[in-house]
């Protein structure tokens, strides 16, 4: 099956019950038994819920994975793998990740004795010399959040493999359309479903898929203890949003490496940093393992002061949280996405005050770069 037709007809199609070609909303807490202990399928949906089951099939089959799991946003689905580990469990992480994630690792689940290390995961020798004897995964974000940074994820799921390390790739920039990090060796793949998935900035979602029977006992057990769920509603609503995912991610792709070109020839902007640019360092790896170079671009214009010029100007970037979406969304992650992350940091990694976030949408493209040309005038 291919990918677009994988994205439609995978996992469980329609309602065999009516005939139904969409997947009903079944708005319900708790299933009627016919007997104690028996029941068709369900007793309680946090434990599961059909239109929640329907998606977790879906996202399954399209990231070729064992089982899929919902939760209620992409942090809560960070949290609740990280809680397949223990107090005194070491994770080694890319040192450039969401904001988001920085901020859960260094102020809520370093509270419980889980200790973590950030370094270039681009750089396996870094990985490798930060595995302690305590260390159990590595965590992988991939394009990194913002600055594009490209990590090998066959090579470090190898080297975790050969010291009985998991592999845990956070996909929401490359989507299962065009990144598949299982079939790359990965063991649990994270999506901010919020994004490109759901594609239309309206649901808040986290997706986990992994890639054995005995992970997935174990990430059910987490949800079904923590209860960070997500709710039948934006569950219909992703399996939806999956159905034109190829679509939309394809126009994305094509629109930002226009755009990446524009940027990169324009007086009034810096460094630009996409991986589809002869210009990144990671583009041959990119095109080795992923099917495109996704939507997002980052570029300098100099200082906070000129990014607030630029954001003032433009008509067709909305300026907003998040990214993913058919319309196109505008950051400044310094004081947006990444505000969590200590300034000093965010300095030693490159975040500077300039830098600027776009999220390409689905518009038309020359729409697109005279709005960005008339703003950087």
Known sequence: MKPKTRLIHGGIVGDEAT???ST????????KQEAVGKFKGYEYSRTGNPTRHALEELIADVEFGHAGFAFGSGMAAISSVMMLFSAGDHVVLTDDVYGGTYRVINKVLNRFGLEFTFVDTGNLEEVEAAVKENTKAIFIETPTNPLLKVTDIEAV??????KG???IVDNT???PYLQNPISLGADIVVHSATKYIGGHSDVVAGLVVVNSAELAEQVHFVQNSIGAILGPQDSWLLIR??????LRMEEANSNAQKIAEFLEAHEAVGKVIYPGLESHPGRDLMQKQANGFGGMISFDVGSREKAGELLAKLKYFTLAESLGAVESLISVPAQMTHASIPIERRAELGIVEGLVRISVGIEDVEDLIEDLENALK
């Open 157 to 162: 799921s190898a080297f975790a493999k050969s």
């Open 24 to 31: 009903p909303i079944y708005q319900v807490s708790t299933y």
């Open 173 to 175: 920039f490359m989507t």
């Open 19 to 21: 005939g139904a070609v």
């Open 241 to 246: 949003g999956l159905k034109t995912l190829g």
């Open 165 to 167: 390390l998991l592999t």
